[in-house]
């Protein structure tokens, strides 16, 4: 029962220590308590512990935790931004509708951000989602807030370079991209991101160890196998190692539609025509209001450049 007293007296000492280094907001937070309940916080771990795996089913747990917690404690404004993050991403990975799917993601960080206007999660957040929606002006004006806010969020660092790298700034971009990894040297996903900031830079050689040693780190990440195919596939003219790549991928997320759209585009880009349109038809099938399924399905006759997989994904 004790334990958010020890978690207070933990952060005050803390930001004892570093409040030079801390901002007012820092320390406010600091000193705050998100929720008082500890079986909404246990819940709102645990979801955070699956969303970090970024892989369908992990997506679909966090989900079920997130809303466990909101049930528990109906204010807890920390697992209200957490479900729109976890909705949003499952527009990438789990094929639900982009459009619906969104809309209750805005929702759900809406109502985090009636609760607490300051976390800088929740502002993150709403930058995250302008991101999902190719906003990336206005993603990086409101992902910039959440990192002014709390300078060691390794997501909003992260996001924040996505958002300049739809804009093309790929100095500033790298930058984020880097401090995030820096912050959370042990996340695939953002680690992913790093390589990728390096792929848009055109620095391939440094890309491709970047991946290795992700993949070293994490063997179960699906999203560096994917981004270490495109690099293979469409940076160093390294097909077939991109194909044996991208179907690790799939098998590490079977429930993935991008995964499985993005080895069909691999398949017709070596030739092997009947397995490409064998899995665009499987893929149709099973997600057919997905965006990835709708992406993928004119493959015949379009050129294969226009099918998904570019390294600017919803991370």
């Not at 993949?215 to 194909?243: E, G, Q």
Request: aromatic share 6%.
């Amino acid at each position: 029962e004790n334990i958010f007293a020890i978690q207070s007296e933990l952060a005050a000492a803390i930001a004892g220590a570093l409040k030079a280094a801390l901002s007012p907001v820092e320390q406010a937070r600091a000193a705050a308590m998100p929720t008082q309940s500890l079986e909404a916080w246990e819940a709102y771990q645990r979801g955070r512990q699956r969303m970090a795996k970024r892989t369908s089913a992990g997506l679909a747990e966090a989900e079920k935790f997130f809303r466990q917690a909101i049930a528990l404690d109906p204010k807890f404004a920390l697992a209200h931004t957490a479900l729109g993050d976890t909705l949003r991403l499952q527009t990438e990975y789990s094929g639900k509708p982009l459009e619906a799917t969104l809309v209750e993601a805005d929702e759900a960080i809406s109502r985090a951000l009636e609760l607490d206007a300051n976390l800088a999660e929740t502002w993150a957040s709403k930058g995250g989602l302008a991101v999902s929606r190719g906003q990336f002006a206005e993603a990086a004006r409101l992902l910039r807030r959440a990192v002014e806010h709390t300078r060691n969020y390794a997501h909003a660092h992260q996001w924040l370079s996505l958002a300049l790298r739809g804009s093309g700034r790929s100095e500033e971009e790298f930058a984020h991209a880097e401090r995030a990894g820096q912050l959370d040297p042990l996340s695939a996903i953002v680690r992913t991101n790093l390589c990728d900031s390096l792929e848009f830079a055109r620095r391939y050689d440094e890309a491709a160890a970047c991946h290795e040693r992700t993949i070293a780190i994490d063997p179960a990440s699906a999203m560096s196998y994917f981004s270490s195919a495109m690099l293979d596939a469409y940076a160093r003219n390294r097909l077939a190692d991109a194909v044996a790549l991208q179907e690790r991928a799939v098998a590490l997320d079977t429930g993935s539609p991008r995964l499985q759209a993005v080895l069909a585009t691999i398949l017709l880009d070596i030739g092997d025509v009947p397995r490409a349109k064998q899995l665009t038809a499987s893929l149709v099938e099973q997600w057919p209001a997905g965006h990835a399924s709708n992406m993928a399905a004119p493959i015949w006759p379009i050129p294969s450049a226009t099918v998904p997989g570019t390294s600017l994904g919803v991370r």
